[in-house]
């Protein structure tokens, strides 16, 4: 990075942080701090909302993904906006007008007050250890590119995203996210564009996209009916149908975002813009994936991309099997840069192109067994997966693209994962202090009190979030456990909510006796089955209403049987 | 809690908020309570009949749905024709 780099980097970080505070200036008591005393535009609540979801591993795995695999993963996000649509019409309006602060507050004037800490807690733990990974994922990555130590890193992005969370509360949070996914979408733009400027001389568009057609990586829909492949039309459709369900209508860091706005209406719309806006920003970030894969038919790539795993093999007793694998690639490459240009010379003057199509066709694989390969010996060494695919697009840019632009691609990573963290800290916040402190510990005190304590909650979980971030690395099957409990207790958290809107008869009983029997029923499916992990959704959301509406039915049965 | 369109202050913001069913608009199975499409209706109702150029609700959110349709088919379009399959 040059000096331009470094001051376009943090030049962001001044503006950011100086907006958000200056927007949050007129917050009024605990209902500013949490919900921006509901004042907020719908198109900055949708931004945010966009912004929440899209974490930094969001831009550069998802583009890592696609250079692997091509666009197959945009299947997962197709259901959006039929989610959006119930959601807008079921969800928004209960929690709207309820004026709560947290979606678990609504469950206790529904059904309990156990219900209400059940899902709370849930949300909490499952939470509190997600921001952490939120927090250490970029970090990782970015401190190899950078050449930070991973702690540091971890650091300046803590230190800014608590500083201004914590002052500024959602309208903070809100703002930033809305600078955050506009630099994102810039960022988007300008990969786009340097992937395009950085072909070769007489290689243009059609070319790339044409090339990229050879290996089928705009391949993006799977029409096979196998469950137990996360990525086909039918798992996307209904799982992800659920899934989005479950995300935005019952987790607190997007509900939050949508009870921020003026009218119902406005939550609506913040929603809606979601269902326009994000699979066509989907599509365009994993187009920078199969873009990057065409770029590199031209420049020979590293066989892995990730600094700190070569030189994990490299240092290790098996380093010349590496060697060999590099080695053979180079040669492999190399074949394959002479055909794709022999293949555009001849498509360009019309020729019959099928034999070179072949030709590359069979390079590509060999390519890919290579890197298949060396991504095998880094799990042998490490002990561990590798997660190379992270590190192909930062590669990239840090190779490529120019001064300047660098730097804002940089901040842009940096604001994809503060984004996402400063929503996360803000609800599990809120989580905290409403349905737990002012439930149970302090029903009575003072506005201002709330505040404080909700500023010193944000604090809590900041540091939390660091901490598990600094011991992330070690708590590898600790954050698996937790994010496996996670997937178990989304759908049925989801059932909870949806027993809530359409069971008449359900109660506090029946609702909790559910959950439980949701989240067993997920659990014994994902021990005994191969079906991909977006079923569980759908799994524990219907096991919760059968299982709920019969307890409750059970229970108004009894109730009503004379003495 | 305050009913929206009532204009009954409960306690909000203090932790004096009344328990109860009435405080949940709509809230599905409480004995007397309105049901689930009765409070989404009102809420439409009380939201008014357009939303930007569309003339209702339900025109936009068919136009959300008709948009996921098309991205859908355009994604199907677009695999045919950018992996051809190789000749013979």
């Given at each position: 990075m040059t000096g331009l780099d470094w001051g376009l980097f943090l030049l962001y970080f001044v503006l950011v942080v100086s907006f958000a505070l200056y927007q949050s200036r007129k917050n009024v008591g605990v209902e500013g701090y949490f919900l921006g005393n509901r004042r907020l535009p719908w198109w900055a609540i949708g931004l945010s909302v966009m912004a929440t979801q899209a974490s930094a591993i969001t831009f550069i795995g998802t583009t890592g993904q696609a250079f692997d695999d091509g666009m197959e993963f945009i299947q997962f996000y197709l259901a959006l906006p039929?989610?959006?649509?119930?959601l807008c019409i079921v969800f928004v309006p209960f929690f709207y007008r309820a004026r709560v602060f947290t979606a678990y507050e609504y469950l206790e004037g529904r059904f309990d007050a156990k219900t209400r800490a059940l899902a709370g807690v849930l949300f909490?733990?499952?939470?509190?250890?997600?921001?952490?990974?939120?927090?250490?994922?970029?970090?990782?990555?970015?401190?190899?590119?950078?050449?930070?130590?991973?702690?540091?890193?971890?650091?300046?992005?803590?230190?800014?995203?608590?500083?201004?969370?914590?002052?500024?509360?959602?309208?903070?949070?809100?703002?930033?996210?809305?600078?955050?996914?506009?630099?994102?979408?810039?960022?988007?733009?300008?990969?786009?564009?340097?992937?395009?400027?950085?072909?070769?001389?007489?290689?243009?568009?059609?070319?790339?996209?044409?090339?990229?057609?050879?290996?089928?990586?705009?391949?993006?829909?799977?029409?096979?009916?196998?469950?137990?492949?996360?990525?086909?039309?039918?798992?996307?459709?209904?799982?992800?149908?659920?899934?989005?369900?479950?995300?935005?209508?019952?987790?607190?860091?997007?509900?939050?975002?949508?009870?921020?706005?003026?009218?119902?209406?406005?939550?609506?719309?913040?929603?809606?813009?979601?269902?326009?806006?994000?699979?066509?920003?989907?599509?365009?970030?994993?187009?920078?994936?199969?873009?990057?894969?065409?770029?590199?038919?031209?420049?020979?790539?590293?066989?892995?991309?990730?600094?700190?795993?070569?030189?994990?093999?490299?240092?290790?007793?098996?380093?010349?099997?590496?060697?060999?694998?590099?080695?053979?690639?180079?040669?492999?490459?190399?074949?394959?840069?002479?055909?794709?240009?022999?293949?555009?010379?001849?498509?360009?003057?019309?020729?019959?192109?099928?034999?070179?199509?072949?030709?590359?066709?069979?390079?590509?694989?060999?390519?890919?067994e290579l890197r298949s390969q060396a991504k095998g010996l880094v799990a042998d060494v490490r002990g561990k997966a590798s997660n190379d695919v992270n590190y192909v697009f930062p590669t990239y840019i840090i190779q490529y693209i120019p001064a300047g632009l660098l730097g804002i691609l940089i901040a842009v990573i940096f604001a994809a994962a503060m984004s996402s963290l400063d929503s996360e800290i803000t609800a599990l916040s809120s989580a905290t202090v409403m349905d737990f402190y002012r439930r149970w510990v302090r029903p009575e005190a003072t506005d201002a009190h709330y505040l404080r304590v909700s500023r010193l909650a944000t604090l809590f979980w900041g540091v939390f979030a660091f901490g598990v971030a600094l011991y992330a690395g070690q708590l590898g099957s600790l954050i698996e456990a937790v994010n496996q409990i996670g997937s178990f207790f989304y759908g049925s958290l989801l059932g909870v909510f949806l027993l809530a809107f359409f069971v008449r008869t359900a109660n506090g009983t029946g609702a909790t006796l559910g959950l439980l029997a949701g989240m067993g029923s997920v659990f014994l499916v994902s021990v005994t089955t191969e079906v991909s992990w977006l079923y569980y959704n759908v799994v524990g959301a219907v096991v919760v209403v059968a299982v709920g509406a019969a307890v409750s039915g059970m229970l108004r049965g009894r109730e009503r049987e004379p003495a | 809690m305050r009913p929206e369109g009532e204009g009954v202050d409960r306690g909000e913001g203090t932790g004096q908020e009344a328990p109860g069913p009435e405080r949940l608009p709509g809230g599905g199975g409480q004995p007397g309570s309105r049901g689930v499409w009765a409070a989404i209706r009102e809420a439409d109702r009380q939201e008014g009949e357009t939303v930007g150029p569309f003339r209702s609700w339900t025109c936009l959110y068919g136009t959300v749905a008709v948009h996921g349709i098309l991205v859908i088919g355009l994604l199907m379009v677009l695999t045919k024709v950018l992996d051809p399959a190789p000749g013979p």
């Open positions: 039929f989610a959006m649509v119930v909490l733990v499952s939470r509190g250890m997600g921001a952490g990974v939120i927090l250490y994922a970029p970090a990782i990555v970015l401190s190899v590119i950078l050449g930070w130590d991973e702690r540091l890193t971890i650091l300046v992005m803590a230190l800014v995203t608590v500083a201004y969370t914590m002052v500024g509360g959602i309208t903070a949070v809100i703002w930033t996210d809305v600078v955050q996914m506009l630099m994102v979408f810039g960022g988007i733009a300008v990969a786009l564009l340097a992937l395009f400027a950085n072909l070769p001389d007489g290689v243009g568009v059609g070319d790339a996209v044409y090339i990229g057609g050879i290996q089928e990586m705009w391949r993006s829909i799977d029409l096979s009916w196998d469950p137990t492949n996360t990525y086909t039309l039918w798992s996307g459709l209904l799982g992800g149908f659920f899934l989005f369900l479950a995300y935005f209508g019952t987790d607190q860091s997007q509900v939050q975002r949508y009870l921020t706005a003026t009218s119902l209406k406005d939550s609506r719309l913040s929603l809606i813009f979601n269902a326009f806006l994000k699979v066509p920003m989907q599509i365009l970030i994993l187009s920078i994936g199969v873009l990057l894969f065409v770029f590199y038919h031209f420049e020979r790539p590293p066989l892995v991309f990730s600094p700190a795993e070569v030189a994990a093999v490299e240092s290790s007793p098996r380093a010349a099997e590496l060697r060999v694998l590099q080695d053979e690639q180079e040669r492999v490459h190399a074949q394959r840069l002479v055909a794709t240009l022999q293949l555009l010379e001849e498509r360009h003057e019309g020729a019959d192109v099928e034999g070179w199509r072949a030709t590359i066709g069979s390079h590509d694989e060999r390519l890919r | -």
